[in-house]
């Protein structure tokens, strides 16, 4: 999660890099839903993602005390059992310069360009 890319404007700084226009970066609210915190841990554990790669990198010990605080909080009190998140997901889009700039008339089906 210490990546550039993954903070607000990191995905627009990206695709602008990258030589697109018209570049829109928005937040997407989703809800994670697990069945039970193995289902929850799961993806740590296959290395799934940064935060998965992160896990993947603790030595045992490291990972056995995570998992132990992780497991309290998704708890936190309650029977195992199934829980919703929130959690932020990064939409972007951005537009190949000829493509923006072409005429309409050079513009085929759906705005893509003709060749």
């Known amino acids: 999660?210490?990546?550039p890319v993954v903070a607000p404007?990191?995905?627009?700084?990206?695709f602008s890099a990258a030589g697109l226009a018209d570049?829109?970066?928005r937040p997407l609210l989703i809800r994670m839903e697990h069945a039970d915190f193995a289902d929850y841990w799961e993806p740590f554990?296959?290395?799934e993602g940064p935060m998965g790669a992160y896990v993947a990198g603790l030595g045992v010990a490291d990972r056995a005390r995570l998992e132990h605080h992780l497991r309290a909080a998704y708890l936190a009190g309650a029977p195992d059992g199934p829980r919703s998140?929130?959690?932020?997901?990064?939409?972007?889009?951005?537009?190949?310069?000829?493509v923006a700039s072409a005429s309409p008339a050079r513009r085929g089906p759906a705005g893509g360009a003709r060749k």
């Open 1 to 3: 999660m210490s990546k």
């Open 23 to 25: 570049v829109d970066e």
């Open 85 to 98: 998140f929130a959690a932020i997901a990064w939409s972007c889009r951005g537009v190949v310069p000829s």
């Open 45 to 47: 554990l296959n290395g």
């Open 9 to 14: 404007g990191g995905l627009a700084r990206l």
